[in-house]
């Protein structure tokens, strides 16, 4: 199917890449129809199943007025390091996530289709980038089904425009760094986007890395960038500690290289090693959960590898839980004098620093504040909330910075 839809989409994309001023209001020309007959089947779907409410792209491009969350599949693996068929997941755990049954939530969805892979796999960075920020600006959350990790950096891109510093955070089980002079592809996709200019990245937090996959040097370089790095064994001990690094974050994505073979085969890097499919879930839940997050990308599952479709079946389940997150948000961003916050004052090292720490009401969730760096002449010490956990507020009890307030700290300065 993707061979078939090649040439029709080139032919209506190319002349689109010539224009790059012309008006980007309507994105469908990037997108083709999938094969609903097969990803439905022929079997009678429930009328409370998530097939029922989806607002469905089968002849014409959906509407997206009253739309929370937009479903993008990609069939693009091209530089997908020995995982290109990666480029055929979307439609896969399309099968699966239809036959969900809606949670305790009236959903909002809209499925788009699919960008078919362009002329050049910047082509196809390119459409990607654009419905993103297009979908952005009508504070629509798009959910990215690839393909290859690689389309990060065009999920990436589509915040280029926005005028704003974001976070990211990348859930694998390396950093897809590279090397200076390694091709660009979908294990060193990361370096351009560090590099990427104008530099609007604040921050990058990596959550499930695994010591013996990554070389010293780039865990060298994670630390002089003051980037957050998480092991696999250390987010395992308590996969809340990954709640404060992921509501910290605009745009999100997940390589399923992290996941245990056991739990997920589809990928072709996947080891004995990694995430089991309950903490994955919880991942997700935690993302729609946060008010920031923005934009969701799952990547790299081969259904040449996945036996049963079990990986397959995993990411329909991972977004059933992103989607239930989403529309249980609170909305609780603190505030010094909103009652809805329990605020409390730290002082430690001979009160040689004050950390004011805010924990919800609604929710339980903890903030900190980080001053900035004092600069002559400002009247007034300004501070920024960062998400952390219980865990940084016991460390301060102990007389400790929180690495968390650290990390922060060195980045303002």
């Known amino acids: 199917m993707i061979n078939s839809c090649l040439f029709c989409f080139n032919e209506k994309y190319q002349p689109l890449l010539l224009t790059h001023k012309s008006n ?19 079997g009678h779907l429930s009328e409370s199943s998530l097939s029922k409410s989806i607002l469905k792209y089968e002849t014409d491009f959906p509407e997206l007025d009253e739309i929370d969350i937009a479903i993008i599949g990609v069939n693009e693996g091209r530089r997908s390091a020995i995982n290109e068929k990666c480029a055929e997941a979307p439609d896969e755990v399309r099968t699966h996530l239809y036959k969900l049954f809606q949670g305790a939530f ?43 990790h690689d389309l990060t950096y065009a999920q990436f891109r589509g915040y280029e425009k926005l005028e704003q510093t974001i976070n990211g955070v990348t859930i694998d089980s390396v950093f897809d760094l590279g090397n200076p002079d390694d091709e660009f592809n979908s294990r060193s996709f990361l370096g351009k986007v560090i590099l990427h200019q104008p530099n609007y990245l604040f921050n990058y937090s990596h959550i499930g890395y695994q010591t013996y ?36 974050a605009d745009f999100l994505t997940f390589d399923f290289s992290v996941m245990k073979y056991a739990d997920a085969p589809g990928n072709a890097h996947v080891s004995p090693n990694g995430f089991y499919a309950e903490e994955a879930c919880q991942m997700m839940w935690y993302a729609g959960m946060s008010d920031r997050l923005t934009s969701l990308g799952l990547y790299e599952i081969n259904p040449a590898f996945d036996k049963s479709g079990m990986t397959a079946q995993l990411a329909a389940q991972m977004l059933w839980c992103f989607i239930d997150g989403f529309y249980a948000r609170k909305k609780d961003y603190p505030s010094r004098s909103n009652p809805d916050y329990i605020r409390f004052n730290v002082f430690l ?20 504040e980080v001053p900035y760096p004092s600069q002559k002449g400002l009247k007034f010490e300004r501070h920024t909330l960062v998400p952390c956990s219980q865990k940084d507020y016991e460390t301060a009890c102990n007389n400790e910075i929180p690495d968390r307030w650290w990390q922060t700290y060195q980045k303002l300065s």
């Open 213 to 248: 996959l990554v070389e010293q040097s780039q865990l060298q370089m994670m630390d002089k960038l003051y980037f957050d790095v998480y092991r696999l064994g250390q987010i395992r001990d308590n996969i809340q500690e990954s709640e404060p690094v992921i509501r910290f």
């Open 349 to 368: 090292q001979d009160n040689s620093y004050e950390i004011n720490f805010y924990k919800s009401k609604k929710s339980d969730r903890w903030w900190m």
């Open 24 to 42: 980007m209001s309507e994105i469908s020309v990037f997108f083709t129809s999938p094969d609903y007959s097969r990803i439905l089947g022929e």
């Open 106 to 148: 009236s959903a909002r969805i809209a499925d788009l289709g699919n960008i078919a892979p362009g002329h050049s796999v910047e082509d196809t960075y390119y459409a990607l980038s654009q419905s993103v920020e297009f979908l952005l600006r009508k504070n629509i959350i798009p959910i990215i089904i690839g393909g290859g």
